[in-house]
Structure formats: C-alpha cells, structure tokens
C-alpha cells in the first residue's frame, strides 16, 4: 500500500514535469498538502513548488539539494515556493530552524517578511499573534536526534 502510494506521488511529479526542489523526512503527524503521511514505510518525500506542510506531534527536516536545512516544529505550517532562482520558505504558522548552505537560493520568509539570516547562517523564527520572532537556532537543531525546546521569543523583528 505505501509503496503504490510513493509510486503514485513520484509519477504524478514525473508527469507534471516539476522537480523536486527538496525532501523532508517523515515523522509522525506529517501532513503534506493536507494529506497525512503514514509514519512508517518511506523515511523521506519529495518537496515541489506549491508544497504545503504541516505538522502536528513532531518536527520536520526538510533537506534540499545545497545542504541548507530547515527544521519544522511541531504545530507549525510552510510553504515552498519557486520565485525565479530563487526557493521561498514561506512559514505560515509556528516555528523553524534553518541552517542555509552559504550560496544558498533558498529564502525563509515569515509573514511576507524576508528573514535575515543569523550568524554562520542559520537561525530560528516564529510567528507569535501577528508577530515575527527571530533568534539563535537551539544548538542541537541538526542533530539527528532533534526535538526542539520552547524557546521565548526574543524580540520583534522591525
């Protein structure tokens, strides 16, 4: 069954001609398009332009060709766009970590807002209310074992 499905998905981005532009692991609660992903079977999925995710009991690590990673907390909810050369991250509700390779094209956005990347490239950002938080990424973000601590907002992006 989960292997006809993988099939399915993987004909259907043949088909429609668009190319993977990342891969995001499965995990529990994984919802990808507003389908749910079955937990077990298959570790990873491909990621195209108008991807939507979201996630419910677990995080997400989504992984894209230049190394760049970006962690989906839990309850959160994103986007992938493609805007000329570039790959959006547009995060639509909760929180992500990212780590951008340093030619990265991808850009993370939150609330329309372009988020500026931390040192060394990489950074943490939540929408709180109507409001964009950036910080430091936990240090343990990209380790395998990942489970994401509640970390405060620090402050308001201007």
């Excluded at 668009?18 to 389908?35: D, F, K």
């Excluded at 040192?119 to 343990?140: C, N």
Aim: aromatic share 4%.
């Amino acid at each position: 069954m989960l292997r006809g499905m993988f099939l399915l998905l993987l004909s259907a981005v043949l088909v429609l001609g668009a190319s993977p532009l990342a891969t995001v692991s499965n995990s529990p609660g994984l919802a990808l398009n507003g389908t749910k992903l079955a937990a077990t079977g298959v570790s990873s999925w491909p990621l195209v332009a108008g991807d939507s995710l979201a996630t419910t009991t677990s995080t997400a690590m989504i992984m894209f060709p230049d190394q760049t990673r970006v962690a989906l907390e839990k309850n959160s909810r994103l986007k992938l766009e493609r805007e000329g050369d570039r790959i959006l991250v547009r995060l639509l509700e909760g929180a992500l970590a990212y780590r951008l390779a340093s030619s990265s094209r991808v850009q993370v956005t939150a609330l329309g807002r372009m988020v500026t990347p931390g040192p060394a490239f990489q950074g943490r950002v939540s929408i709180v209310g109507k409001e964009v938080v950036e910080g430091a990424a936990p240090p343990d973000t990209f380790s395998s074992g990942y489970r994401p601590a509640e970390v405060k907002p620090s402050s308001p992006v201007m």
